[in-house]
């Protein structure tokens, strides 16, 4: 068994939000974008949203334990 990853998550200067393996400088596993408009909306709490985003998709899905359960996955679905 592997040594479980230390992820952080990282506000950049741009605003975007990303999770990245802690201390590394290489490409992001996830990133998430708000736009001026939304950042407008959601004032200083654009990271706090960004963080429950990233939560949710490891907490609630079979995101990172590499099981595909396409079930579950269409019931969170939103258009």
């Given at each position: 068994?592997?040594?479980?990853?230390?992820?952080?998550?990282?506000?950049?200067?741009?605003?975007?939000?990303?999770?990245?393996?802690?201390?590394s400088?290489?490409?992001?596993?996830?990133?998430?974008?708000?736009?001026?408009?939304?950042?407008?909306?959601?004032?200083?709490?654009?990271?706090?949203?960004?963080?429950?985003?990233?939560?949710?998709?490891?907490?609630r899905?079979r995101?990172?334990?590499?099981?595909d359960?396409?079930?579950?996955?269409s019931?969170?679905?939103?258009?």
């Amino acid at each position: 068994m592997s040594d479980p990853a230390v992820l952080e998550i990282v506000q950049m200067e741009d605003g975007e939000v990303i999770l990245r393996a802690a201390e590394s400088e290489g490409e992001p596993l996830l990133s998430i974008r708000i736009s001026d408009e939304a950042a407008d909306l959601l004032r200083d709490n654009r990271f706090e949203v960004a963080r429950e985003m990233i939560d949710h998709a490891i907490t609630r899905t079979r995101l990172w334990d590499g099981e595909d359960d396409e079930d579950e996955q269409s019931e969170g679905m939103v258009h």
